[in-house]
């Protein structure tokens, strides 16, 4: 007879607690036959699933499903409200049961009225079901109510443990996710509670599922907790006989993602659809459930079928189905994919080129997060810190997929292979840092007596770095590059061996020379030794070399400028080291794109600060200069110094001015925003300074989105165009605000009525070239910073062509978290 409940969400809260169960729903088919489906989830991670012509029926049918697995005692009560008039009593049997019960109580030095919660916490609701006359006489009841209290406990624990291992050593992402059921089942069976559980004869039958084994051990956790009504955390009276236990309750270790999750992260990222379909087989005591997951691709108008291997219960069957896709995308992440896939089904090829095919389209569409690829290890991005890897996985991929794809210069795959590897030439902003300290301690200084050397020689090689990076110049061979050398440093340079003729990119050359201005920069005789050709290495030596702190520091500057080229300090002087890899002959169209990305780019950004730095430089040793010279007469003294003053105070603007364009390419931090509320709470704080010709639109919040950039980095990027927005209407006008995003990308909209954007500007941003500043004082660094900070996170600024004003566009990729419709 089929169990029924005439309103089962009512029951199940009634059983549970309010808010202690969470709906989700999806639907499909056309919109006259819709067909929701619910699934009803507790805080023990334990499902229940249901279907229905609406969200309302799907939910009943759901938390039905949920009562028949986990609470079957509800469809024996229904509508029975009880009162317990006397406390439980112990179950007195069988021995096993008593038994476990005694050493529960004495592990942890519990009081003998701990007992019957003790037992009661081993009491599963098929036993109870069996033996009610049993339960009545001991005024008892399963542990149902025990393991939600325990449930409860038992997260606090694992938080607090997480928390205090992050502030010791915080990691680089923060997240915090709840114990799966496998976790706390293996705590159930190193406690040794199994011997000890009731249950009833069927489910006895099936033996104790993991999801069973996690139910009791949370139970017993709340039976310990309420017996001694117990506050405070579990660790500081956790017994030594379940230490091996403790690692299970409170682990500070990142745990597995579950392969349903994994998969659904890495489709999200590729832009599939994956949904699952069961098929049951056994009777009811012994059911088993067979998932097969389906991909749908849009894009491409295909979609497949994998079909996992038979599980109990309806969650580990689509883990089963999740695993065969999840070790494809594995092979696929290998550095040599080709060979991964030899001698596997076709089944696993099929697959294999559909998720590259689906990548390929989604990378040449449109711009993608590039760090949520690298964290996915979708298409090769995760090898970007290894040239060789990178280049072996591409030319494997080009093998697999046999495509003739045409990839223009402004191809999307390229930039995002490009993105890639700036993220791992300078993932720590060496630069950026050394550049803020730089500034922070030329603020320090009062009178240009205090400029050291050292401060100068700093700005110097921040200069040469940063002017390294915003150029763009032709290969050399290292023979001409010798050649080059002869010139320069004439009779202060031995070439110990000969050079071989390996071509160099612009920024290994200048690598290269920096490496040997250092050290020749002693004025004594250093030699030039060749060690090996791949990778190419060569070593500068001195007699007097510069000291190592000056060899390190220069070091960590220029090791941060070239992806293919690494310098290291010496006693004897500094060796480089220049990666060098064999391409085909004919590449195919993922090497090609692979080949684009490493070779070097100009960086407008950095040609600007390049300059900024020249000029700061030039007043400094302006400063310095006026400051040393004699004088004669006092006159002539008071003369030097107030030059001196004008030229330090020149430069104490310019770096003023370079950390205020600088100061938001800060390393973005890893918290996500949720984007309509920012952009309201900051069109509030923007209103009150606006001159009072000057409107601006705060835009709606209906959708609750976070996007992958902190609210710091995104104040700095709206500051910069909605600043820019203001200093256009000089005449008054209105700006607009505005924002939409779909479950991928969210876009917001600046936009103002003035003038327009000047002509220069336009052109310049539509070329990709510096950025030359309009405006008194200006330098230009505004919209280049903008650029250089959105590109970080994998999003981008793009101008939108206005028959009037001027508009932009901010593009930031959505982080995983559900993005919802707001009531």
């Known amino acids: 007879m089929t169990q029924t409940i005439s309103d089962p969400k009512t029951v199940l809260q009634e059983h549970l607690g309010h808010n202690a169960v969470v709906y989700e729903y999806q639907h499909e088919g056309p919109d006259h036959a819709i067909v929701f489906r619910a699934v009803a989830t507790d805080s023990r991670r334990r499902e229940g699933e249901g279907t229905g012509r609406s969200k309302k029926a799907a939910a009943q049918q759901a938390a039905l499903d949920f009562l028949q697995k986990y609470i079957p005692g509800a469809f024996t009560n229904k509508g029975v409200t009880a009162t317990r008039l006397l406390p439980p009593r112990e179950i007195r049997g069988p021995e096993r049961h008593v038994h476990t019960v005694s050493r529960v109580q004495q592990i942890f030095s519990l009081p003998e009225t701990s007992r019957p919660l ?11 079901y069996e033996n009610r006359p049993e339960m009545a006489k001991h005024n008892q009841q399963d542990y149902q109510a025990l393991a939600f209290l325990g449930s409860q406990l038992l997260i606090f624990e694992h938080f607090l443990a997480i928390a205090r291992h992050a502030a010791l050593d915080p990691p680089e992402e923060f997240s915090f996710r709840g114990l799966p059921n496998e976790m706390h089942n ?75 999750t994994r998969l659904q992260q890495a489709m999200t990222a590729m832009k599939l659809d994956v949904r699952y379909e069961f098929r049951s087989s056994g009777p009811d005591h012994l059911r088993q459930y067979t998932a097969t997951a389906i991909i749908d691709s849009p894009a491409l108008g295909i979609h497949t079928k994998v079909q996992g291997t038979a599980a109990v219960g309806k969650t580990p069957a689509r883990h089963q189905a999740s695993l065969p896709v999840l070790r494809v995308l594995d092979r696929l992440s290998d550095h040599s994919p080709a060979r991964s896939f030899d001698g596997v089904g076709d089944q696993d090829l099929s697959m294999a080129r559909l998720l590259l095919a689906q990548q390929v389209f989604v990378l040449d569409a449109s711009p993608v997060p590039v760090q949520r690829w690298v964290a996915e290890r979708l298409f090769g991005f995760h090898l970007a810190a290894d040239v060789a890897a990178l280049l072996s996985w591409a030319i494997g991929v080009d093998e697999l997929l046999d495509l003739n794809v045409p990839l223009k210069p402004s ?96 920024r290994d050359r200048a690598l290269i020379d920096a490496a040997l201005s250092t050290v020749i920069a002693s004025r004594e005789e250093t030699s030039t030794e060749f060690l090996s050709v791949r990778p190419l290495h060569l070593r500068f030596r001195s007699s007097q070399p510069p000291p190592l702190a000056v060899s390190e520091e220069v070091c960590a500057l220029w090791s ?74 006092r006159t002539a003294q008071l003369h030097q110094q107030l030059t001196a003053s004008r030229h330090l105070d020149e430069a104490h603007a310019l770096a003023l001015r370079l950390q205020a364009a600088t100061s938001s390419l800060k390393a973005a931090g890893s918290e996500s925003v949720e984007l309509g509320g920012f952009l309201r709470q900051y069109a509030a704080a923007v209103l009150p300074r606006l001159p009072g010709s000057i409107s601006l639109s705060v835009p709606e919040a209906r959708l609750a989105v976070h996007v992958a950039l902190d609210a710091r980095a995104l104040t ?44 220069e500007v336009a052109a310049a941003l539509d070329s990709g070239d510096r950025v030359r500043s309009t405006k008194p004082g200006g330098n230009g660094l505004g919209l280049l910073g903008v650029h250089s900070l959105l590109g970080r996170v994998g999003g981008q600024l793009s101008r939108v062509p206005t028959s009037s004003g001027t508009a932009w566009l901010i593009t930031l990729p959505v982080t995983p978290l559900a993005t919802s419709e707001l009531s």
């Open 118 to 128: 003790l037992s009661q916490a081993l009491i599963h609701a098929s036993w109870a």
């Open 186 to 260: 293996e705590a159930f069976r190193k406690a040794g509670l199994s011997s000890g559980l009731l249950l009833g004869a069927g489910q006895q039958s099936k033996g104790i599922p993991e999801e069973l084994g996690s139910d009791t051990f949370q139970a017993m956790i709340g039976a310990i907790s309420a017996a001694t009504d117990f506050q405070g955390a579990l660790a500081d009276r956790w017994p030594i006989e379940w230490g091996p236990v403790w690692p299970l309750v409170a682990p500070t270790a990142p745990l597995p993602i579950a392969p349903v």
């Open 411 to 506: 191809s999307q795959m390229w930039d995002a292979f490009r993105k890639a590897v700036e993220l791992s030439v300078d993932r720590d902003d060496t630069l950026d840092a050394a550049l803020a300290s730089t500034m922070e301690a030329l603020e320090q200084i009062e009178a240009p007596e205090g400029l050291s050397p050292a401060l100068l020689q700093k700005m110097v090689r921040l200069c040469d770095v940063y002017r390294c990076l915003g150029l763009s110049e032709p290969d050399v061979s290292l023979p001409q590059l010798a050649d080059d050398w002869q010139i320069l440093h004439r009779g202060r340079l031995k070439v110990a061996t000969p050079l071989p003729d390996v071509q160099l990119s612009s």
């Open 560 to 633: 941060r400028v070239s992806r293919t080229a690494t310098m290291k300090a010496t006693t004897h002087g500094i060796d480089v080291v220049v990666t060098t890899t064999d391409t085909p002959r004919e590449p195919g169209p993922i090497t090609q794109a692979i080949v684009a990305a490493l070779h070097p780019r100009p960086e407008p950004y950095r040609a600007a600060v390049a300059d900024l730095l020249h000029d700061l430089k030039n007043q400094l040793v302006a400063a310095r200069l006026a400051s040393s010279q004699p004088a004669e007469g």
């Open 716 to 759: 700095a990027a709206l500051d910069n165009l909605v600043g820019n927005a203001i200093e256009a209407l000089r005449d008054g006008g209105a700006i607009t605000l505005a924002w939409t995003a779909d479950e991928y990308e969210a876009i917001v909209e600046i936009a103002d009525d003035g003038p327009g954007l000047p002509p």
